[in-house]
């Protein structure tokens, strides 16, 4: 697989709510990792902006879920376009679609919940559309580690790549000179994701 280059890259956030990740009945342990999940979320979108990535979200019924993070929106640029999908996945809605498409990226890099639900649908969905899809495991959440790496296998079996933070970010700085550039202004978003 070629490295996941920042020139062709969208971020998209999927479903970043509240609904999914702080609700009555989670775990303790489960909310730790939700929390942590939310962070490193908050921090690649931040990355995103910082590197000229654009970014788009979608929310799952906001009305009961909630809206995106606002930690996470705060990020991104005030004109990163928000839509609210009627679908688990995002790419059996035409909006949803239409924002990734006029960014004129063809490397999709997806965080956010549910990683076996949502962002499963959404990454194969785009795939099957022609678009390359990334998941960077650390940035996605479920309310279960056996679902959550249910979630990416059923993404990685059908194709999407499977990746990391860490990874992601040093793929998109590419070279030591633009790490040496811009990690010292991507350290003030906050504790790097892989050290959470």
Excluded at 38 to 54: E, H, K
Excluded at 66 to 75: A, F, K, Q, V
Excluded at 80 to 93: I, N, S
Aim: proline share 6%.
């Amino acid at each position: 697989m070629p490295l996941v280059r920042r020139e062709d890259s969208v971020l998209v956030v999927v479903d970043a709510q509240p609904g999914f990740f702080a609700y009555d009945g989670l775990g303790e342990n489960d909310a730790v990792r939700a929390a942590k999940a939310v962070s490193r979320i908050a921090w690649m979108a931040g990355l995103a902006t910082l590197l000229d990535v654009p970014a788009v979200v979608v929310e799952e019924g906001p009305l009961r879920n909630g809206h995106t993070d606002p930690g996470i929106l705060e990020r991104l640029p005030e004109s990163t376009p928000v839509v609210v999908k009627p679908t688990f996945g995002l790419a059996a809605h035409e909006e949803a679609v239409a924002a990734i498409r006029d960014t004129g990226r063809a490397t999709a890099v997806l965080v956010g919940f549910e990683t076996d639900v949502c962002v499963a649908q959404s990454a194969v969905g785009l795939l099957e559309l022609g678009f390359r899809a990334v998941v960077p495991e650390d940035a996605t959440y479920t309310n279960s580690a056996q679902e959550h790496e249910r979630g990416l296998a059923r993404m990685t079996g059908a194709g999407v790549e499977r990746n990391h933070c860490k990874g992601v970010t040093f793929e998109w700085l590419h070279t030591v000179e633009r790490a040496l550039e811009d990690f010292p202004a991507a350290k003030a978003l906050g504790t790097p994701p892989w050290r959470l």
